[in-house]
């Protein structure tokens, strides 16, 4: 009797095998949809709005689905010229993630409060979910994205993730999705901007690059980039990358003035600007002297950069004159035994381990706030949208990162590894498209994506100057999270669409 079980046991085993193998293709389920009537008032005036809240198939050439791309579009109803309202895509970066934080942040008709002096973790649920008065609505429909693998974007069918996960292939996606609803909706005549944050800021240049061929050419009025990153020389702190040390600097100088370490008694604008001068006409020419530089001017410059910093003398001369950010982050309070953000050097945490070469528990700027953007988003979900899928949204997943494929050129064609820098390819699109501006926003506490680092490469690449509004804020990756801060940014964004 055993042996017969085991022998029928392994015939189902073996026939669902030869199943598998006949190439039968799984059924691909009709995409999602979810649409809300809603009303709000932005920018002083009632607005009436659906929420259009579903996934979008993107087809392969023979017209198979392979990926679909969730997105939640907020677009004003009794509009009797669709054709004159413009239209904002925005996303979040990673890459890996989703655009939670954007939606629940900034942008949404509701948004989800955070502690606004950074000193409160956001602790357990519930959470502040209040109405977005400073939203965007009555000036632009909103289309928020969600890449692939992200949220409840997802490869479906015959569809590869390889295909999605990578510097071009995302923004190849991006813009067939940005075109395939623009073409639904009716909207090519639309005014239309893109709005991204941190490598959504690199997905948006690839994505107003991308739209310009493919035979379907879609000219941008504008770009929104809170806390650039199009040249990652800049926002990368490590060891021999003279340009990191020069572009951090000033934001360390900012998070030091905030802790009360360094400036007192100065303004944070004019602190950070000597800092900027400093780092031009003193810091640079040091750094690339190397080991050439007289002890006499590599005491001189150790001073500074503890003047700057924060920092004891002794240390920074231990470091060669180099600071790498992690190392700031631990050393800038540990006489308090504590450790500050790196998305927003306002933030701190308190490791057990005191001495540790880099923060241990991850970064406090995003651990302190992400549970209340996440439960948010899926209590909005839930209880405005009226969504219901069978699977979890991913605010962000890891796994993205760790397969990315950041070759800028296709296999086939010479390419040494180099830092990604997709600056040249904004300065190309904005004098190829002369009606396109860009508005930068940065904060001034960001120890991710630093704001001197914005300076550097936007006064290069044959980026047109004329037309790039720079802002500043008192926050740090995610300025939205400090009240004021939020307040500007909005205003900020309203003077950039209606100017």
């Known amino acids: 009797m055993k042996k017969s079980t085991t022998l029928l046991l ?12 006949t190439g039968e293709k799984k059924p691909i389920p009709k995409p999602a949809s979810f649409i809300t009537k809603h009303q709000g008032t932005f920018g002083g005036k009632t607005i009436r709005y659906k929420a259009v ?11 198979e689905a392979v990926a679909s ?17 413009p239209v904002t895509f925005i996303f979040n970066g990673g890459p890996g993630s989703a655009s939670i934080w954007l939606h629940m942040g900034f942008f949404g008709p509701q948004i989800v409060k955070v502690d606004d002096d950074a000193v409160q973790d956001d602790g357990a649920a519930p959470y502040p979910l209040q109405p977005n008065k400073h939203g965007l609505l009555d000036l632009t429909d909103l289309v928020f ?9 997802r490869v479906v069918g015959e569809g590869k993730v390889e295909d999605y996960w990578g510097l071009n292939e995302d923004a190849t996606s991006i813009a067939r999705f940005i075109r395939q609803w623009i073409t639904e909706n ?15 800021t690199t997905r948006a240049v690839g994505v107003a690059h991308a739209l310009e061929g493919q035979g379907q050419d879609m000219a941008l009025n504008g770009l929104i980039l809170i806390s650039q990153a199009l040249d990652y020389a800049g926002s990368t702190s490590i060891h021999d990358n003279i340009t990191s040390y020069l572009t951090y600097l000033p934001s360390m100088a900012a998070t030091a003035w905030y802790h009360q370490k360094a400036g007192q008694g100065k303004t944070l604008e004019a602190f950070v600007e000597e800092c900027r001068q400093f780092a031009y006409d003193q810091y640079g020419p040091a750094l690339y002297r190397g080991s050439r530089l007289s002890n006499v001017a590599r005491n001189s410059i150790a001073d500074k950069l ?7 003398t002794s240390y920074i001369l231990k470091s060669n004159l180099r600071i790498l950010v992690p190392r700031f982050q631990k050393q800038l309070l540990a006489d308090k035994g504590l450790v500050v953000g790196r998305l927003d050097g306002r933030y701190m945490g308190d490791e057990a381990d005191d001495v540790s070469e880099r923060p241990t528990l991850g970064d406090p700027a995003s651990y302190q706030i992400g549970s209340a953007y996440t439960a948010a988003l899926n209590h909005y979900y839930a209880s405005v949208l009226k969504v219901d899928m069978d699977r979890p949204y991913l605010s962000s997943n890891d796994a993205i990162y760790e397969k990315w494929r950041w070759r800028p050129v296709p296999d086939g064609r010479d390419w040494e590894p180099s830092w990604v820098n997709v600056a040249r390819k904004l300065g190309e699109t904005m004098r190829r498209n002369t009606a ?33 509004t720079m802002t500043y804020y008192h926050g740090g990756h995610m300025m939205y999270t400090h009240e004021p801060d939020l307040v500007r940014l909005a205003q900020d964004i309203r003077d950039f669409l209606t100017k």
Do not use: H
């Not at 189902?12 to 030869?18: I, R, T």
């Not at 994205?145 to 974007?153: L, M, Q, R």
């Not at 503890?306 to 004891?312: Q, S, W």
């Not at 904060?443 to 630093?450: E, K, M, Q, R, T």
């Open 186 to 200: 009716q909207r090519w005549f639309s005014p239309k901007y893109l709005a991204g944050e941190s490598f959504g």
């Open 69 to 85: 791309i969730w997105s939640v579009a907020y677009i004003q109803e009794d509009m009797p010229d669709v054709g004159k309202r």
């Open 10 to 21: 392994l015939f189902f085993v073996f026939s669902a095998l030869a199943q598998d193998k």
């Open 436 to 468: 396109m501006d860009v508005l930068v926003a940065s904060g001034y506490f960001d120890l991710i994506c630093p704001f001197f680092d914005a300076e550097y490469t936007f006064s290069r690449n044959g980026i047109v100057p004329e037309r790039v």
């Open 145 to 153: 994205i969600d890449p692939v693998g992200t949220g409840y974007s």
């Open 306 to 312: 503890a003047y700057f910093t924060g920092l004891d």
């Open 53 to 63: 809240a579903k996934e979008t198939y993107l087809k392969s050439a023979d017209g």
